[in-house]
């Protein structure tokens, strides 16, 4: 190996090193702040590591009566809106990848103008009402049932396939039904389970339609929700606030709104850290290939 190749990698290491650092820290101090004594976490100065270890702060969370509710509607929203929206988006994406169909140029920019003419907050809640999805479970999954970013993204997956696979299924005599669920769907995975990623991301993270259409009705109420709600509230405090009195009677340490900011951020991001290396084989070949044609 020359010097310049030595020079190269010790740089690009470096630079990656960095990256890392730079990536992780965020997180890491996070989860320090969560696992530290609420009160002495004000002093500042927490870094990667706790300096009082606790888990009142965890506790207080876990004590929340809306908390589990809250997880509860995430995990099924995500869950569901997941599978529908990817099973959904690639059976139209298929539909409008088929040269025979004669209104696919006509349907894919349809499509596409969604992404740029929007009809503003005001005309899409009155749609929401008149739709009678208010105080409804569905209205988290069917305004966003299909995304078209996602679509593009199945339709160029599904055109770089080999057109004499499906060919051959139709000389076996499959029908457009059996040919998707048997042949499309199975070398789809890769960039159905980018989709899925995507989309799982975004329901779990979403909460603002929460705000919108369902917030009067607590039992439809997301972990999201309720940890913006949180935000909201330690974003307008000035001091330390005890959000117990019964633990301040039993002698338990304060909870502080920093404390709790950060612990509930640390439950909220859990269960996708622990999804994504699941789906991170199949990110770079599903975007690359469904990115670009040849």
């Given at each position: 190996?020359?010097?310049?190749?030595?020079?190269?990698?010790?740089?690009?290491?470096?630079?990656?090193?960095?990256?890392?650092?730079?990536?992780?820290?965020?997180?890491?101090?996070?989860?320090?702040?969560?696992?530290?004594?609420?009160?002495?976490?004000?002093?500042?100065?927490?870094?990667?590591?706790?300096?009082?270890?606790?888990?009142?702060?965890?506790?207080?969370?876990?004590?929340?009566?809306?908390?589990?509710?809250?997880?509860?509607?995430?995990?099924?929203?995500?869950?569901?809106?997941?599978?529908?929206?990817?099973f959904?988006?690639?059976?139209?994406?298929?539909?409008?990848?088929r040269?025979?169909?004669?209104?696919?140029?006509?349907?894919?920019?349809?499509?596409?103008?969604?992404?740029?003419i929007?009809?503003?907050?005001?005309?899409?809640?009155?749609?929401?009402?008149?739709?009678?999805?208010?105080?409804?479970?569905?209205?988290?999954?069917?305004?966003?049932?299909?995304?078209?970013?996602?679509?593009?993204?199945?339709r160029?997956?599904?055109?770089?396939?080999?057109?004499?696979?499906?060919?051959?299924?139709?000389?076996?005599?499959?029908?457009?039904?059996?040919?998707?669920?048997?042949?499309?769907?199975?070398?789809?995975?890769p960039?159905?389970?980018t989709?899925?990623?995507?989309?799982?991301?975004?329901?779990?993270?979403?909460?603002?339609?929460?705000?919108?259409?369902?917030?009067?009705?607590?039992?439809?109420?997301?972990?999201?929700?309720?940890?913006?709600?949180?935000?909201?509230?330690?974003?307008?405090?000035?001091?330390?606030?005890?959000?117990?009195?019964?633990?301040?009677?039993?002698?338990?340490?304060?909870?502080?709104?920093?404390?709790?900011?950060?612990?509930?951020?640390?439950?909220?991001?859990?269960?996708?850290?622990?999804?994504?290396?699941?789906?991170?084989?199949?990110?770079?070949?599903?975007?690359?290939?469904?990115?670009?044609?040849?």
């Amino acid at each position: 190996m020359s010097l310049g190749d030595r020079i190269f990698d010790a740089v690009n290491y470096t630079l990656l090193c960095l990256l890392m650092v730079v990536t992780l820290y965020p997180f890491l101090n996070t989860l320090a702040v969560s696992f530290n004594d609420a009160t002495d976490s004000l002093r500042g100065g927490i870094y990667l590591w706790p300096r009082k270890w606790t888990l009142e702060n965890y506790k207080f969370v876990f004590e929340e009566a809306t908390i589990f509710q809250a997880t509860l509607t995430s995990v099924l929203r995500t869950v569901i809106g997941t599978v529908l929206t990817v099973f959904c988006s690639a059976m139209v994406a298929y539909t409008i990848s088929r040269p025979e169909y004669v209104l696919r140029k006509f349907v894919t920019i349809a499509f596409i103008l969604t992404m740029y003419i929007n009809g503003g907050l005001i005309p899409t809640y009155l749609l929401i009402r008149d739709l009678g999805l208010i105080g409804s479970f569905w209205v988290y999954i069917w305004p966003g049932l299909i995304g078209v970013f996602n679509l593009i993204i199945i339709r160029s997956f599904i055109e770089n396939l080999p057109d004499n696979i499906l060919e051959s299924a139709k000389i076996d005599g499959a029908g457009e039904f059996r040919t998707f669920f048997s042949i499309v769907l199975p070398l789809c995975t890769p960039v159905l389970a980018t989709v899925a990623l995507f989309t799982g991301v975004w329901q779990w993270n979403s909460w603002f339609d929460v705000f919108l259409y369902n917030s009067s009705y607590e039992h439809l109420s997301t972990l999201q929700y309720e940890l913006q709600k949180i935000l909201q509230f330690s974003n307008a405090s000035t001091r330390s606030v005890d959000f117990t009195a019964a633990g301040a009677q039993q002698g338990l340490s304060q909870v502080t709104p920093y404390a709790i900011r950060a612990t509930m951020t640390i439950v909220a991001s859990v269960p996708i850290i622990m999804v994504y290396p699941f789906l991170q084989k199949y990110f770079v070949k599903g975007m690359m290939v469904g990115g670009v044609k040849e």
